[in-house]
């Protein structure tokens, strides 16, 4: 237990919504937020005289999300660091290491049987994102005993939004892309800190079980895949459904981030397609344009929003406001707050949902 007493921080932003998180994307695509959670681990191969000795770290047992100010993600771990060693750190923990090297593969199924609430959910993507948001680190440790280990992104992540416009309620059973080599496992070479190898196929399959989308009703799907390099050809996207698939073809054009004179999927960016299902077939419409977000300046009504869409689509500002995409608002049709915890006596701010057909709520 010697290495209990080692202690490794990982950096957070001073801003209240950047505590214990790690960015998704850059100013071009938006953010998406990854919060570190408690037990969380990552493995830290040390380079000890030319041999390369795993240890495994663990988020602080005692770790809590804090309100603002500078926040650090404390781990502590089974092995101490060994002063002035080179290191590669890995999340999450690959389970086995052969010839200096681990295989990182990301999950293509996630399972919502069981899950009927939005917070059971929430809870799957939240541990979809957790096993396969893949990054990796490297340096030297330092003599003074604290290390910062800053991780890079080796994934980037494709964000389906289904919009149910059809008129009864989807199954959804999973997502297809087509056209692009997306990679969905990688090599890593623990000795050089890079990809040594890695699989990529022209048809990537996402599958969703027990996935069911009411009408009027909207969720989004979440795909990780290693980016690779590509040529200049369109996307096709299939959402598979019970009744059969169907297929939309994205321009590449619309689809990737300008990269200097080259286009392609770039590790630790976000893409996200909005996708409506309608009687007569699929729609589509470009990611967000950046700034494209609409503030509720009602603490109540935002504190509702939030529980009630949680936090893959609300964030909170630093004044307690919810903080909602426009792309989001415009495709929101019920809300229901008729069993919310916290206190809402004005709905001051829910005509910015200009196509809410349905609400719920008791009291008011």
Request: hydrophobic share 35%; charged share 20%.
């Amino acid at each position: 237990e010697s290495g209990r007493n080692t202690l490794i921080g990982q950096i957070m932003n001073s801003d209240a919504q950047g505590r214990a998180q790690i960015a998704l994307g850059g100013k071009e695509v938006g953010i998406e937020y990854f919060f570190w959670n408690e037990e969380d681990r990552f493995t830290l191969f040390q380079d000890i005289n030319g041999e390369l000795q795993a240890g495994e770290f663990v988020i602080s047992e005692d770790y809590k999300e804090a309100n603002g100010g500078e926040q650090f993600a404390e781990f502590s771990g089974t092995t101490a660091l060994t002063s002035k060693a080179g290191y590669t750190a890995v999340y999450p923990s690959p389970s086995t290491v052969t010839d200096n090297e681990v295989r990182l593969e990301v999950q293509r199924e996630v399972d919502f049987t069981t899950a009927i609430t939005d917070a059971q959910k929430a809870e799957v993507w939240k541990n979809y994102f957790r096993n396969n948001m893949f990054m990796a680190a490297s340096g030297t440790l330092s003599e003074s005993g604290r290390n910062y280990v800053q991780f890079n992104h080796l994934t980037s992540l494709a964000r389906i939004t289904y919009i149910n416009q059809t008129g009864s309620e989807q199954q959804i059973n999973g997502v297809s892309l087509k056209g692009q080599n997306l990679g969905f496992y990688m090599n890593y070479d623990l000795v050089n800190n890079r990809e040594s190898r890695s699989g990529s196929f022209p048809d990537f399959i996402f599958t969703t079980k027990g996935l069911k989308v009411a009408d009027k009703d909207t969720v989004d799907i979440y795909i990780f895949f290693f980016p690779k390099a590509i040529e200049k050809t369109d996307l096709e996207i299939s959402i598979m459904q019970s009744t059969g698939n169907k297929t939309l073809t994205l321009p590449w054009n619309d689809i990737l981030v300008a990269n200097g004179n080259n286009e392609s999927f770039r590790a630790g960016y976000r893409y996200w397609f909005n996708v409506t299902d309608t009687e007569s077939g699929l729609n589509w419409t470009k990611n967000m344009a950046e700034g494209g977000w609409i503030v509720f300046e009602n603490k109540e009504l935002s504190n509702a929003l939030y529980e009630v869409l949680g936090n893959y689509k609300v964030l909170m500002t630093a004044e307690g406001y919810a903080k909602i995409t426009e792309e989001q608002v415009n495709s929101t049709y019920q809300l229901d707050f008729s069993n919310i915890t916290c206190e809402l006596s004005s709905l001051d701010g829910i005509e910015k949902f200009k196509n809410l057909s349905t609400l719920k709520c008791n009291g008011l």
